[in-house]
């Protein structure tokens, strides 16, 4: 397999894992508080310069390859969704970019969300997955009183968080957090934060990855069609 094959082959991989990525940011684009994620694109030179700088041996096949594009990341969008008004006491929205609720899942772990479509259940305030919504303390929240005064509110910047589930987070550094004793100037009740989701640019983003693939997966199939001709010709005894 030539250089060009290795870069057709991963190109063609690329573009699938866009449109995974782009289609399930389209299937959210109706899910509270919904953040949309991105692929960051690079290549192996960044890795090989790692791997020189701690005196690792490098082959040919490393410098043939080197330039081979590959997935280096991935990164949440945390630009603010529109807030709709519900008028439903337990929703509640969010209203600065980088804070976030604290709930309590089922294995008892915390994690954060920007959904604050909340339920009652036998009285208590849970999220709509039945997981505890918590106090800036901790503590399981009672739907009685003044309780949305008291549910816990974070900050932290997205690039702190890694996704976790379909729509909630988990903190990667605990120094970054901040935590919010009040949460009056945040919290907007009778309302709910929408998707950041655009419909129509991502249904662009994601007909841009399908051409790209098919592209790739075209001239993939050309080349290895002229390479195999290549090889019979040649070992063909004359």
Same mark, same amino acid.
């Given at each position: ?8 082959? $991963? ?12 289609? +399930? ?12 994620? +991105? ?9 090989? &310069? ?37 008028? &439903? ?32 259940? +036998? ?44 729509? +909630? ?5 605990? $120094? ?14 009778? $309302? ?6 655009? $419909? ?39």
């Amino acid at each position: 397999m030539n250089s060009s094959t290795y870069q057709l082959a $991963a190109t063609m991989v690329n573009q699938f894992s866009r449109v995974d990525m782009i289609s +399930n940011n389209i299937a959210n684009v109706n899910t509270n508080g919904f953040k949309q994620e +991105n692929l960051v694109e690079g290549s192996f030179n960044n890795y090989l &310069n790692r791997a020189k700088n701690d005196g690792s041996n490098l082959d040919e096949m490393n410098k043939l390859i080197n330039t081979v594009p590959k997935i280096d990341g991935k990164f949440i969008m945390g630009q603010q969704g529109d807030l709709q008004v519900t008028a &439903n006491e337990l929703d509640f929205a969010l209203n600065t970019p980088d804070t976030f609720f604290k709930i309590q899942n089922q294995n008892g772990e915390i994690e954060y969300t920007r959904d604050g479509s909340f339920k009652n259940l +036998n009285g208590m305030l849970v999220d709509g997955n039945g997981n505890s919504v918590l106090s800036v303390d901790n503590e399981p929240l009672v739907v009685e009183g003044e309780f949305a005064s008291l549910i816990g509110v974070i900050k932290t910047p997205f690039n702190n968080l890694e996704k976790v589930g379909d729509n +909630n987070y988990k903190v990667k550094d605990f $120094a970054q957090v901040e935590l919010l004793d009040g949460n009056e100037e945040y919290v907007v009740q009778g $309302a709910v934060e929408k998707s950041n989701v655009s $419909a129509v640019s991502s249904m662009v983003q994601l007909i841009d990855a399908q051409r790209r693939a098919e592209q790739a997966q075209t001239m993939f199939k050309s080349k290895s069609e002229l390479n195999g001709k290549l090889i019979e010709k040649v070992g063909t005894p004359r």
